[in-house]
T-cell receptor
Framework: GAGVSQTPSNKVTEKGKYVELRCDPI?????LYWYRQSLGQGPEFLIY????????DSGLPNDRFFAVRPEGSVSTLKIQRTERGDSAVYLC?????????????FGEGSRLTVL | KQEVTQIPAALSVPEGENLVLNCSFT??????LQWFRQDPGKGLTSLLL?????REQTSGRLNASLDKSSGRSTLYIAASQPGDSATYLC?????????FGTGTRLTIIP
């Protein structure tokens, strides 16, 4: 596609439920990133994929959060036993190359609300 | 730990004025610095990327500078327009992680 696509754009769920958020990166981009943005804050790093493998997952807040990218393209962020504090906008970004020249391109985000 | 600060948090200026947004960071060992624009309820749009070896980048009415040694970047917007109203975020990159500031909310008054 022309840009990074994220679905759903909005998700409302109840505390304790399981949620999946999907990211479809720009075609050909090998690097994929997940960030989380709370109201009034800048985005915070969650996890980075290079190809199929998670190269850095140090930003995941706890073991309820997990992300996969099985074929090196689409990625899914999975949140188990959701809590109200998980409410935020989850942003996905992709980059053609890693390293210093890698410009990140972001999607519109998935707004998660946990009631 | 890298910390990124953006001042001011909010700025209102009349249409047509030139303005400068500021970004400072604590760790100068960065790969690059990227400026983004974010409209309410939307994702981030990349405006300019400056490599660590560069001093500035220009795109249309936008000019971004980088002084890595002092940990500072500025985004200059010339001849501001109401359509420039948005939140502007700077982010520094190291080891594949972007660290963001909290942004400057810019309002251009027609």
């Amino acid at each position: 596609g022309a840009g990074v696509s994220q679905t759903p754009s909005n998700k409302v769920t109840e505390k304790g439920k399981y949620v999946e958020l999907r990211c479809d990166p720009i075609s050909g981009h090998t690097a994929l990133y997940w960030y989380r943005q709370s109201l009034g804050q800048g985005p915070e790093f969650l996890i980075y994929f290079q190809g199929t493998g998670a190269a850095d997952d140090s930003g995941l807040p706890n073991d309820r959060f997990f992300a996969v990218r099985p074929e090196g393209s689409v990625s899914t962020l999975k949140i188990q036993r959701t809590e109200r504090g998980d409410s935020a906008v989850y942003l996905c970004a992709s980059s053609l190359i890693q390293g210093g020249t890698g410009e990140l391109f972001f999607g519109e985000g998935s707004r998660l609300t946990v009631l | 730990k890298q910390e990124v600060t953006q001042i001011p948090a909010a700025l209102s200026v009349p249409e047509g004025e030139n303005l400068v947004l500021n970004c400072s960071f604590t760790d100068s060992a960065i790969y690059n610095l990227q400026w983004f624009r974010q409209d309410p309820g939307k994702g981030l749009t990349s405006l300019l990327l400056i490599q660590s070896s560069q001093r500035e980048q220009t795109s249309g009415r936008l000019n971004a500078s980088l002084d890595k040694s002092s940990g500072r970047s500025t985004l200059y917007i010339a001849a501001s327009q109401p359509g420039d109203s948005a939140t502007y975020l700077c982010a520094v990159k190291r080891n594949e992680k972007l660290t963001f500031g909290t942004g400057t909310r810019l309002t251009i008054i027609p």
